[in-house]
Nanobody, 125 residues
Framework: QVQLVESGGGLVQTGGSLRLSCAAT??????????LAWFRQAPGKEREFVSA????????RYANSVKRRFTISRDNTKNAVYLQMNSLKPEATATYYC????????????????WGQGTQVAVSS
């Protein structure tokens, strides 16, 4: 069974930074062959794609709303993926979810097989 566990959420002021982490565990789960992604869901809204990083050398993908402010990275030695969020805005307030899937760089949540429970991010104005 694959488990994804997010951490690093919290309350931050506008313009501040947070670094989210996601640790993956699971028997026979080959982390190196999965695309890892971050999605978020704000209260009353649908879940939306934030960023994805492939197992290959392909450049990471970002939602337009977070480009040049958020950076996704992964550490295959630790089975972990990270999201560095800078210059945060109030509209980034949401629950952030880590996801793993085999489709390369998918932006639709239906293409991901495994999901974490989420970590809350709140940005005050």
């Amino acid at each position: 069974q694959v488990q994804l566990v997010e951490s690093g959420g919290g309350l931050v002021q506008t313009g501040g930074s947070l670094r989210l982490s996601c640790a993956a565990t699971g028997r026979d789960f080959d982390f190196n062959t999965y695309t890892l992604a971050w999605f978020r869901q704000a209260p009353g809204k649908e879940r939306e794609f934030v960023s994805a990083i492939s197992w290959s050398d392909e450049a990471p993908r970002y939602a337009n709303s977070v480009k040049r402010r958020f950076t996704i990275s992964r550490d295959n030695t630790k089975n972990a993926v990270y999201l560095q969020m800078n210059s945060l805005k109030p509209e980034a307030t949401a629950t952030y979810y880590c996801a793993a899937g085999t489709y390369a760089m998918a932006t639709l949540d239906g293409f991901y097989d495994y999901w974490g429970q989420g970590t809350q991010v709140a940005v005050s104005s």
